[in-house]
């Protein structure tokens, strides 16, 4: 007999309350594709990089009663199936398959006899997930002045941006920053004498640390932007020494620390930007490679950068990007071989809208980063009579601001990334 039983949705109709108090817990939690569970046990399964089979006890007893739960709220990416090895599950012979695939599901089944089997007597959703507080405020550093520099410019929960604060760690430019952790953020890579591949971590108050020595490959004009509620993401570049541009990725955990280079998916490029979306994922957009692209690349809630998206929108590089709105993103402005100030908002779906007309100063090299909550900021880079610092705000809605006076250094090719969870 074959079939499918999909999240159950054909048992029969109230609820009863599991009783997990006879219950013993397996203290590991469960991570691989497939595992045998036993009676009157609770497990928690995480299906982050896999699915799961679960295979049911061949011999039960009335009143058996199992519980499964998904650990990793990724249920719906990686499904749980049962495999109720010879008994039945629901009255349905084992030929059926029984497959569980909602976020946050939590499954208890309880054995009834040889008729019915298996039967759920809960699989509800906790649809009300812990939701981590917004990132408030932002940092701008580094940067061309004229020379290298490393100084940095707060920015308050009002985006209002504040006075140069004498830099910590390396002078450079070309460089890329990202939140992690929730409400810190790390700027990394670029170029001084040569690529570097050096980090600088900021607290949630601000304050830039020294330097990290580099892991992965030296390369200017990365990009990075934060994925998963709290780790980041660096990716793209290009490695001067070699000339060669790259698709290479590095993972940032939520301590700050820098993985290994990852081979790289999609278009290699220079000068793209990315930014968070979807809550806890993220988008890598444009760039160079022997000319202006506007492909997309969007990177799961566990850090894997999926294959090109075609492009909507103009093709430029050495733009900006920011998460606002709570789950939405927004690219703006760049380099089409001219400057330009039209910006592309993506909804939390990951799609690219098409261009917006642009509002303030046309300019490339620029930096943006979320602030507010729920609002981004874009901020200084090069216009058309040279370096500046003006900034633009853009509210929860998407809708960019016209130019506000620059406050500290004029330069291009900074960095810019959101921190603090206090306003």
């Known amino acids: 007999m074959s079939g499918k039983i999909i999240d159950n949705v054909t048992r029969s109709s109230g609820t009863i309350a599991p009783t997990t108090g006879g219950l013993s817990w397996e203290s590991a939690v469960i991570t691989a594709s497939t595992v045998t569970v036993e009676g009157n046990r609770g497990y928690y399964i995480n299906t982050t990089s896999n699915a799961c089979t679960v295979t049911l006890p061949s011999a039960a007893s009335i009143g058996d009663q199992i519980i499964l739960v998904d650990y990793a709220r990724n249920f719906a990416t990686n499904n749980l199936i ?10 349905e012979t084992d ?3 029984v497959d569980y695939t909602t976020n946050a599901q939590s499954i208890s089944i309880v054995f009834s006899d040889s008729t019915k089997g298996w039967i759920p007597v809960s699989d509800d959703a906790v649809t009300e997930a812990p939701v981590a507080p917004a990132t408030q405020r932002a940092i701008f550093a580094y940067g061309d002045s004229g020379s290298l520099t490393s100084i940095s410019n707060l920015v308050n929960s009002s ?4 006075a140069d604060v004498t830099g910590v760690g390396t002078a450079r430019a070309g460089l890329a920053a990202s939140s992690y952790g929730g409400d810190k953020a790390i700027f990394g890579y670029g170029y001084t004498t040569g690529d570097v591949s050096m ?3 900021v607290n949630n108050s601000g304050v830039v640390a020294s330097d990290v020595s580099g892991v992965g490959t030296a390369r200017n004009a990365p990009a990075a932007a934060e994925y998963g509620g709290d780790k980041a993401i660096f990716g793209y570049g290009q490695n001067s020494s070699s000339g ?4 290479v990725t590095n993972l940032v955990n939520n301590s700050g620390v820098v993985a290994s280079d990852v081979t790289g998916v999609g278009s290699i490029r220079i000068a793209p930007a990315a930014a968070r979306y979807g809550e ?3 988008i890598f957009g444009y760039g160079f490679a022997g000319g202006q692209l506007s492909v997309t690349n969007l990177v ?4 894997v950068v999926a294959a090109d998206v075609s492009g909507v929108g103009t093709a430029r590089h050495y733009l900006g990007a920011a998460a606002y709105g709570g789950d939405k993103a927004i690219f703006g402005y760049g380099d089409t071989g001219s400057k330009v100030s039209l910006t592309n908002l993506v909804n939390n779906s990951g799609v690219v809208a098409a261009d917006v007309s642009g509002v303030g100063t046309a300019r490339t090299e620029i930096a943006a980063a979320s602030y507010g909550g729920d609002k981004a900021i874009f901020g200084y880079g090069n216009g058309g009579s040279g370096k500046v610092a003006t900034t633009n705000l853009v509210n929860n809605s998407g809708v960019v601001g016209s130019d506000v006076s620059g406050v500290g ?5 900074s960095e810019a990334a959101g921190y603090s969870y206090s306003a």
């Open 159 to 162: 985006g209002v941006v504040a």
């Open 95 to 97: 030929a059926f398959i």
């Open 244 to 247: 060669a541009n790259l698709s």
């Open 82 to 91: 049962i495999d109720s090895n010879g008994n039945k599950f629901q009255g």
């Open 280 to 282: 806890d994922k993220a």
């Open 199 to 201: 980090t600088n971590l």
């Open 300 to 303: 799961s809630n566990s850090g």
């Open 409 to 413: 250094t004029v330069r291009r090719a």
